[in-house]
């Protein structure tokens, strides 16, 4: 099957300025801009209560901005809500389904709700059962299916309308490894199809994975570039293991390495740049280092997040 949207655009598919978004005294988005762009998957990244899905709701037309723009695929969530959700698809981070329905008939159901004839629904819900892997369980009630299955269906629902914006809430949560495999290859496959894709999650290492650009959330507020690259340039760990591990203590001192940690995968030091990470490996290997790992010692995506929350804290707590 494909999965092409039926508006393929390229350029910025979702454009974010100022919003704001309160719950009485709880500010749960203050500041929010971004843009992401058609063809690319973007991460939403932010610490538990730093306000998500707030904003996610907030796209998917299913709660007014205080104050702030939106534009989902060039339309307005607030004026034109009709015409951002025959664009944008919606993955909540829960489901919320019709219990005694089938999957199938649930798909096809969300496919009439988008004015899908009834023979083109029928034939969307079967081309997303089999995308999504629920064969085996179409004509069983959703009440029955188990997180990781009722994520799949969310998915698919999603999917019906062929939306060219996909929004993702925490879409892995409840998968298990198979699975979020095979949801990186898809969510990786719509974007190459021009799908603008943004997704959620608090796993980074998926998200680094599968994500070609990060919005960082914190209180409410966006991380701005400059802060992003700032944090992304500082130094980071990266972990060492070598076949004989006091040989690899002794030759980082005669580096002027101190190693900063160790864990039960190797040792870690503090490099500032990757360049130098590069230098340090070759010297351990001339110096007769038997290095079996070498390598950061969380992902890119991670090491900017720590990075980030660290500089929110008033200096003596870092
Ligand atoms: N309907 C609501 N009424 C009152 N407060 C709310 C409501 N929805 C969210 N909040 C508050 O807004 C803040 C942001 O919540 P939100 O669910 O957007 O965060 P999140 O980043 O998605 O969190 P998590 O990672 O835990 O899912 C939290 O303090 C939450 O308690």
Redo the contacts with the bound molecule.
Sequence with gaps: MTATPAHASSGAAIEVQGVARS??D?H?VRDASFTAHAGSVTALI?P???????LMLVLATLLAPDAGTVRIAGADPVRDARAVRQRMGWMP?VLGSWATLSVRQTLEMTGRLYELTPVQSRERARELIELVGLESLADQPTRVLSRGQKQRLSLARALVHRPEVLLLDEPASGLDPAARVDLRVLVRRLAAEGVAVLVSS?VLAELDEMADAAVYLDQGVTASAERIESSRAGARQWRIRAVDPAALSAALASEGFESVGQDHLGTLVSVASETDAAALLARLVSAGVAVSAFGPAVGDLEHTFLDLARGERPEEAR
């Design positions: 719950f009485g709880v749960a932010g538990n209560g730093s306000g998500k899905t707030t981070d608090h």
